[in-house]
């Protein structure tokens, strides 16, 4: 069976770090793409990173790009998010996802085109 499961998820200050990681299990992270996504009360889901681990191609919203990483660690079957310099905004659940090759539809940051969703966990930003 195929499992996601976030962690390291808090509260943080504005300017502050946090990591998110997410636990893989029932795969082999090789075959996949591997995506973060986030979604604030009331809004929409929206993607915020992904990579290929085909060819290790990586993908950033423009609202984090220079601010968040993706990386992987295969032999730990886990996949990273480093969050800096957070903002307010950035304050949200934060969701790993995963797709065998590339995701449905096209693009990479459409919910739908990922079939594997971890639970999330809480990222809030705040004074």
């Known amino acids: 069976q195929v499992q996601l499961v976030e962690s390291g998820g808090g509260l943080v200050q504005p300017g502050g770090s946090l990591r998110l990681s997410c636990a893989a299990s029932?795969?082999?992270?090789?075959?996949?793409?591997i995506a973060w996504f986030r979604q604030a009360p009331g809004k929409a889901r929206e993607g915020v990173s992904c990579?290929?681990?085909?060819?290790?191609?990586?993908y950033y919203a423009d609202s984090v790009k220079g601010r968040f990483a993706i990386s992987t660690d295969n032999a730990k079957k886990t996949v990273y998010l480093q969050m800096n310099s957070l903002k307010p905004e950035d304050t949200a659940e934060y969701y790993c996802?995963?797709?065998?090759?590339?995701?449905?539809?096209?693009?990479?940051?459409?919910?739908?085109?990922?079939?594997?969703w971890g639970q999330g966990t809480q990222v809030t930003v705040s004074s």
């Open positions: 996802a995963a797709e065998i090759g590339a995701p449905y539809g096209g693009g990479w940051f459409r919910p739908s085109g990922y079939d594997y």
């Open positions: 029932g795969f082999t992270l090789d075959s996949y793409t």
């Open positions: 990579i290929s681990n085909s060819d290790g191609t990586t």
